[in-house]
């Protein structure tokens, strides 16, 4: 199509300039004489184009010998008409040509070759290069620009629900540009509103629950107290103090269902949360145990690394730590030893020599309410602390799982994917 238009273009720009140059040589004539004219005819003829459209002329008289130009014999174009058309210019070389009379005696041929039209498509190929050079770069830059733009706004959505931002997922709700990006954004924090309220509905349900059995249950436990001060005889002082162990029992597992559910509910809601020094407070509960290990006749090693920190609540990780190590003292074996291991990670190992669990159990023992069945009938327990344990690491974007061992029970606190393969 491009070569097309340009060899029209070419035929076009030549007809004209024959045209021209021959309405020129026509009027030197007509001022200057014959003279004047063979003169300007080896003017042109001396002339070197630049774009390899050369001219050709032919000043012949009415038998058609040459007179001037360089042009060896009259082509078959007829003067009285001022004819034009094709006449060949050497063997290989054909220029377009119009004849005309300028006297009764004097005919005039002007002839032109067409252009070079390979230096034309070169220059034309080389705009097109150019061009859509620069037409693919504009484009990449604003593609980049647009998806830089997108990118920020997903990157500030993402940010938004990451955080728990309320003023700006309150904006998300209420978008100002309602395409598609914001739509969904619309959409994801309705929803993530509706399950917050939904959430806070829950938890003040089970709060006002656990308020109006807790308060009967501690009423009932001062009347035990006041029912033992009252020094009845020893069957119904041990009945009384049984009593009064289940009432704990019942309000302590409350506050675990209560410490799951928050728990659970807030998981990845950096939120409340703040830089922990782990180590230092592995190591201070280690200290603690210490003297209830030798007490209980245990060997109790830890080893803590320095510097390990943890984004989350203190208090909340301290009682993992806690969980995991009741949880070793009182299914370890007599005499038998327990291992505490921090590094960073970080990564939490709590071992005991006890019974271990079997592989059927590895996970139900971190169901509510589920007591391994290698527990003794003398083990007491309401199957909450490690179901809490988990959910509070899960809180905190960390696993809770068991290792393999080659005795007893290993349970692992880490970051990252869990470790139920190990």
């Given at each position: 199509?491009?070569?097309?238009?340009?060899?029209?273009?070419?035929?076009?720009?030549?007809?004209?300039?024959?045209?021209?140059?021959?309405?020129?040589?026509?009027?030197?004539?007509?001022?200057?004489?014959?003279?004047?004219?063979?003169?300007?005819?080896?003017?042109?003829?001396?002339?070197?184009?630049?774009?390899?459209?050369?001219?050709?002329?032919?000043?012949?008289?009415?038998?058609?010998?040459?007179?001037?130009?360089d042009l060896a014999q009259?082509?078959?174009?007829?003067?009285?008409?001022?004819?034009?058309?094709?006449?060949?210019?050497?063997?290989?070389?054909?220029?377009?040509?119009?004849?005309?009379?300028?006297?009764?005696?004097?005919?005039?041929?002007?002839?032109?070759?067409?252009?070079?039209?390979?230096?034309?498509?070169?220059?034309?190929?080389?705009?097109?290069?150019?061009?859509?050079?620069?037409?693919?770069?504009?484009?990449?830059?604003?593609?980049?620009?647009?998806?830089?733009?997108?990118?920020?706004?997903?990157?500030?959505?993402?940010?938004?629900?990451?955080?728990?931002?309320?003023?700006?997922?309150?904006?998300?709700?209420?978008?100002?540009?309602?395409?598609?990006?914001?739509?969904?954004?619309?959409?994801?924090?309705?929803?993530?509103?509706?399950?917050?309220?939904?959430?806070?509905?829950?938890?003040?349900?089970?709060?006002?629950?656990?308020?109006?059995?807790?308060?009967?249950?501690?009423?009932?436990?001062?009347?035990?107290?006041?029912?033992?001060?009252?020094?009845?005889?020893?069957?119904?002082?041990?009945?009384?103090?049984?009593?009064?162990a289940d009432i704990k029992?019942?309000?302590?597992?409350?506050?675990?269902?209560?410490?799951?559910?928050?728990?659970?509910?807030?998981?990845?809601?950096?939120?409340?949360?703040?830089?922990?020094?782990?180590?230092?407070?592995?190591?201070?509960?280690?200290?603690?145990?210490?003297?209830?290990?030798?007490?209980?006749?245990?060997?109790?090693?830890?080893?803590?690394?320095?510097?390990?920190?943890?984004?989350?609540?203190?208090?909340?990780?301290?009682?993992?730590?806690?969980?995991?190590?009741?949880?070793?003292?009182?299914?370890?074996?007599?005499?038998?030893?327990?291992?505490?291991?921090?590094?960073?990670?970080?990564?939490?190992?709590?071992?005991?020599?006890?019974?271990?669990?079997?592989?059927?159990?590895?996970?139900?023992?971190f169901e509510r309410f589920?007591?391994?069945?290698?527990?003794?009938?003398?083990?007491?327990?309401?199957?909450?602390?490690?179901?809490?344990?988990?959910?509070?690491?899960?809180?905190?974007?960390?696993?809770?799982?068991?290792?393999?061992?080659?005795?007893?029970?290993?349970?692992?606190?880490?970051?990252?994917?869990?470790?139920?393969?190990?």
């Open positions: 199509m491009t070569d097309q238009t340009i060899r029209e273009t070419f035929a076009a720009s030549t007809r004209d300039s024959v045209d021209v140059d021959l309405a020129g040589l026509v009027d030197i004539y007509a001022s200057g004489g014959q003279d004047e004219l063979e003169r300007r005819i080896a003017d042109r003829l001396a002339m070197i184009p630049t774009d390899g459209a050369r001219a050709h002329y032919l000043l012949a008289d009415r038998a058609g010998n040459r007179i001037a130009g009259w082509p078959a174009l007829d003067p009285q008409i001022s004819e034009s058309g094709t006449v060949e210019i050497g063997e290989r070389t054909r220029a377009y040509a119009r004849a005309t009379l300028i006297s009764e005696d004097l005919r005039l041929l002007v002839a032109r070759e067409p252009p070079d039209r390979a230096f034309l498509l070169t220059r034309v190929g080389l705009v097109f290069l150019l061009g859509g050079a620069v037409f693919v770069g504009c484009t990449a830059l604003f593609a980049q620009l647009a998806s830089a733009r997108i990118r920020g706004r997903v990157s500030r959505v993402r940010d938004a629900f990451r955080r728990h931002d309320e003023p700006e997922l309150e904006r998300l709700v209420a978008p100002d540009r309602p395409d598609e990006i914001d739509q969904i954004a619309s959409q994801a924090a309705r929803a993530v509103r509706q399950a917050r309220q939904l959430m806070l509905a829950y938890r003040e349900t089970s709060e006002q629950i656990a308020h109006e059995i807790r308060t009967p249950l501690m009423h009932l436990d001062s009347r035990l107290v006041k029912a033992i001060a009252q020094h009845p005889d020893a069957q119904s002082r041990a009945s009384l103090t049984e009593a009064r029992r019942l309000v302590a597992t409350l506050e675990a269902l209560l410490d799951i559910a928050s728990s659970k509910a807030h998981a990845g809601d950096p939120r409340g949360t703040k830089p922990v020094d782990f180590s230092a407070t592995v190591r201070q509960i280690c200290e603690l145990y210490q003297d209830s290990a030798e007490e209980a006749g245990y060997r109790f090693d830890w080893t803590v690394g320095e510097g390990v920190m943890v984004q989350g609540d203190e208090a909340q990780l301290g009682r993992v730590v806690t969980n995991l190590l009741d949880n070793a003292f009182k299914y370890n074996r007599p005499g038998g030893a327990i291992r505490v291991s921090l590094e960073p990670g970080p990564r939490l190992s709590v071992e005991d020599d006890g019974p271990g669990i079997p592989a059927a159990e590895r996970e139900k023992v589920y007591r391994c069945k290698t527990a003794g009938p003398d083990i007491q327990g309401s199957g909450m602390g490690l179901a809490l344990a988990r959910a509070i690491a899960g809180r905190h974007g960390l696993s809770l799982d068991l290792a393999k061992s080659d005795g007893g029970a290993k349970f692992v606190l880490a970051a990252g994917e869990e470790l139920r393969g190990d």
